[in-house]
């Protein structure tokens, strides 16, 4: 069977919102099996983000002019009320996220800006700007740390309060920006996606720096989902690629590539190191890094490809003589499984009380995929 055969897809999406150009859609699915919009409305600027609390049926809307609309959705999803409207940045909304237990509504904006208001009063509780605009956004009710993913690849944390807000620290460890974020609360571990094509997987709760690099998409990461109750990421990318990592197997850090003059394994000189070239009257040759051990090594000594799951790479990468005889079939055993959308998706909403995910593309379909096979 091949991978991915056994995803069942629908399209539309039930009880949940569409944005698309000027317009909101709310689809339902009809005794017919087929899933019609029962509410079709026109918003006064393009739609860019939104959030949805089923709870409070409060659907948060971000615009490209800044604001943020704000509507209550009946019981039977056939109305939407607005409730009221903030003016949250001085231009497109990137992200919005809906806090119920602060009763917060968090966004950031392409004005390097990220603000939270109180949803119940209106008014804006605080701000704090950006090193770039920002399009990774995610909250833990318990320490109130708000994390927040940026274009110029850095990761933000800081520590909300009713009407403040204090810089807890920075890091950085994508070469492109970050395109999504994903929080677990119970772990303490944070998920970055990036335009690099890669996925970061930072141990917040451990306090060791650890960082795990996870390699699994040929173009940018667009969004990351979390399965608490199976330990499971699901990561969907510009690549059409839908993602399953196992995150309960004991994971490795990359280690960081060493510097040196000459290859590490035959002392070769590399092209720079002119001394050594003149003393050996050898050529120089180009340097290269075994993923698997850092060190410097030239393309002779490093000319077997390997995939390395439990380090992430999922795909074969460059490692040295050595490094490719030592690691076993054992070790080269996936830890992720792969699936393809047939879209390139741009949205991703994961739903796992039904096991189900949402995926919408740049080609304007929405498709529903039943999880259950591989998230279990």
């Known amino acids: 069977m091949p991978q991915g055969e056994h995803l069942q897809i629908h399209l539309g999406v039930a009880q949940s919102t569409q944005i698309h150009s000027k317009t909101v859609r709310v689809w339902l699915k009809r005794d017919s099996g087929q899933y019609w919009p029962s509410i079709y409305h026109a918003m006064p ?9 089923p709870e409070t049926r409060r659907l948060s809307i971000g615009l490209d002019n800044g604001t943020i609309s704000e509507f209550i959705l009946s019981e039977d999803y056939n109305k939407m009320t607005l409730v009221k409207s903030y003016q949250a940045h001085q231009s497109r909304v990137m992200m919005i996220l809906f806090v119920l237990e602060m009763e917060w509504v968090l966004s950031t904006g392409q004005d390097k800006h990220f ?13 704090y700007r950006t090193s770039a605009g920002a399009c990774g956004l995610q909250f833990d009710v318990e320490t109130r740390h708000v994390f927040v993913g940026d274009h110029s690849g850095q990761v933000t944390i800081l520590k909300l309060e009713q009407e403040s807000c204090s810089l807890v620290t920075t890091f950085k460890g994508h070469t492109g920006g970050v395109t999504a974020l994903c929080w677990d609360p119970i772990q303490r571990v944070l998920f970055s996606g990036s335009s690099d094509h890669s996925i970061i997987m930072w141990d917040i709760g451990g306090r060791k720096g650890t ?67 003149w003393d050996s009257k050898k050529i120089g040759l180009r340097q290269h890094h075994c993923r698997k051990c850092g060190k410097a090594v030239c393309g002779k000594c490093s000319s077997k490809r390997s995939s390395i ?58 498709k529903l995929w039943d999880m259950t096979p591989v998230v279990s």
Not at 217 to 222: F, S
Request: charge should be negative; include cysteine; glycine fraction near 6%.
């Open 309 to 366: 799951p439990l380090m992430g790479f999922e795909f074969e990468v460059r490692v040295c003589d050595s490094c490719h005889e030592s690691i076993t079939d054992e070790e080269r055993a996936p830890t992720a499984t792969f699936h393809d959308s047939k879209h390139n998706i741009v949205h991703v909403h994961f739903d796992a009380t039904r096991g189900w995910l949402l995926t919408s593309g740049t080609d304007k379909v929405i």
């Open 115 to 127: 603000t939270w208001h109180c949803s119940e009063s209106g008014q804006r509780l605080g701000g």
């Open 211 to 277: 960082a795990i690099e996870l390699q699994g998409h040929n173009d940018k990461v667009q969004s990351l989902s979390y399965a608490h109750h199976t330990r499971q990421l699901i990561s969907c990318g510009a690549d059409g690629g839908i993602v399953v990592w196992n995150m309960d197997v004991e994971r490795q850090e990359t280690p960081e590539w060493l510097d040196s003059d000459s290859c590490q394994k035959c002392d070769q000189p590399f092209f720079w190191n002119f001394k050594q070239m």
């Open 45 to 53: 600027s393009p739609c860019s983000c939104m959030s949805f609390n």
